[in-house]
Protein backbone atom coordinates (compact mmCIF):
# COMPACT_ATOMS: atom_id res chain seq x y z
CA UNK A 1 0.00 0.00 0.00
CA UNK A 2 0.74 3.64 0.11
CA UNK A 3 2.22 5.55 3.14
CA UNK A 4 0.65 9.25 3.55
CA UNK A 5 3.11 11.75 5.12
CA UNK A 6 0.72 14.04 7.39
CA UNK A 7 2.24 17.41 7.78
CA UNK A 8 0.77 19.45 10.47
CA UNK A 9 0.29 23.17 10.68
CA UNK A 10 2.19 24.82 13.51
CA UNK A 11 0.28 25.81 16.56
CA UNK A 12 1.16 29.68 16.34
CA UNK A 13 -0.58 29.61 12.59
CA UNK A 14 -3.82 27.93 13.67
CA UNK A 15 -4.03 30.65 16.49
CA UNK A 16 -3.26 33.28 13.90
CA UNK A 17 -5.80 32.25 11.25
CA UNK A 18 -8.47 31.18 13.89
CA UNK A 19 -8.43 34.47 15.48
CA UNK A 20 -8.59 35.96 12.19
CA UNK A 21 -11.31 34.42 10.90
CA UNK A 22 -13.61 32.50 13.26
CA UNK A 23 -15.82 34.41 15.50
CA UNK A 24 -15.11 33.51 18.84
CA UNK A 25 -18.83 33.82 20.02
CA UNK A 26 -20.05 31.01 17.78
CA UNK A 27 -17.52 28.61 19.71
CA UNK A 28 -19.51 26.90 22.35
CA UNK A 29 -17.99 25.24 25.24
CA UNK A 30 -14.66 23.96 25.64
CA UNK A 31 -13.89 24.71 22.36
CA UNK A 32 -12.12 28.04 22.15
CA UNK A 33 -9.39 29.00 19.63
CA UNK A 34 -6.33 27.67 22.01
CA UNK A 35 -8.32 24.91 22.73
CA UNK A 36 -8.72 23.95 19.04
CA UNK A 37 -5.18 24.77 18.23
CA UNK A 38 -3.60 23.09 21.60
CA UNK A 39 -3.04 19.60 19.96
CA UNK A 40 -0.86 20.93 16.82
CA UNK A 41 2.94 21.15 17.24
CA UNK A 42 4.54 24.30 17.85
CA UNK A 43 7.47 26.46 15.67
CA UNK A 44 9.94 25.80 18.44
CA UNK A 45 9.80 21.33 17.77
CA UNK A 46 11.49 22.29 14.67
CA UNK A 47 10.36 19.84 11.88
CA UNK A 48 7.01 18.78 13.45
CA UNK A 49 5.36 21.40 11.65
CA UNK A 50 5.01 23.47 8.55
CA UNK A 51 4.94 27.15 9.31
CA UNK A 52 2.55 30.01 6.82
CA UNK A 53 5.04 32.81 7.67
CA UNK A 54 6.78 32.05 4.19
CA UNK A 55 3.29 32.34 2.17
CA UNK A 56 2.11 35.87 4.21
CA UNK A 57 4.79 38.21 3.31
CA UNK A 58 6.36 39.33 -0.10
CA UNK A 59 9.44 37.19 -0.97
CA UNK A 60 12.47 39.65 -1.33
CA UNK A 61 13.25 38.04 -4.69
CA UNK A 62 10.20 39.06 -5.84
CA UNK A 63 11.70 42.12 -7.39
CA UNK A 64 13.59 39.77 -9.67
CA UNK A 65 10.67 38.68 -11.77
CA UNK A 66 11.35 40.16 -14.92
CA UNK A 67 14.42 38.33 -14.66
CA UNK A 68 12.30 35.30 -15.22
CA UNK A 69 9.73 36.62 -17.82
CA UNK A 70 11.59 38.20 -20.08
CA UNK A 71 15.39 36.72 -19.90
CA UNK A 72 16.17 37.75 -23.50
CA UNK A 73 15.10 40.92 -22.92
CA UNK A 74 16.34 42.96 -25.37
CA UNK A 75 16.37 39.63 -27.36
CA UNK A 76 19.68 39.46 -28.99
CA UNK A 77 18.66 36.59 -31.66
CA UNK A 78 17.39 37.33 -34.87
CA UNK A 79 13.96 37.20 -36.42
CA UNK A 80 14.78 33.06 -37.90
CA UNK A 81 16.84 32.32 -34.65
CA UNK A 82 16.03 31.77 -30.82
CA UNK A 83 17.48 33.18 -27.89
CA UNK A 84 18.69 30.17 -25.32
CA UNK A 85 18.21 31.26 -21.62
CA UNK A 86 21.89 31.30 -19.48
CA UNK A 87 21.22 30.05 -16.26
CA UNK A 88 23.32 30.29 -13.08
CA UNK A 89 26.85 30.30 -14.54
CA UNK A 90 26.59 27.86 -17.21
CA UNK A 91 28.05 29.76 -20.76
CA UNK A 92 27.37 28.37 -24.00
CA UNK A 93 28.97 29.45 -26.58
CA UNK A 94 25.98 29.97 -28.54
CA UNK A 95 23.82 32.22 -27.39
CA UNK A 96 21.15 32.05 -30.21
CA UNK A 97 19.23 29.07 -32.30
CA UNK A 98 18.35 28.62 -35.81
Known amino acids: G ?3 SLIALCKEDCLFILTKCVDASSLSGDKTVPALCNALPSKSDEGTCVS ?3 YL ?3 PYSNR ?3 VNHPCNPNPCAVDEMCLV ?3 KCKHA ?3 LP
Do not use: H, K, L, V
Request: charged share 35%; hydrophobic share 15%; net charge neutral.
Open 94 to 96: NAC
Open 2 to 4: SQQ
Open 57 to 59: YES
Open 52 to 54: IDT
Open 86 to 88: RRR
Open 65 to 67: ISE
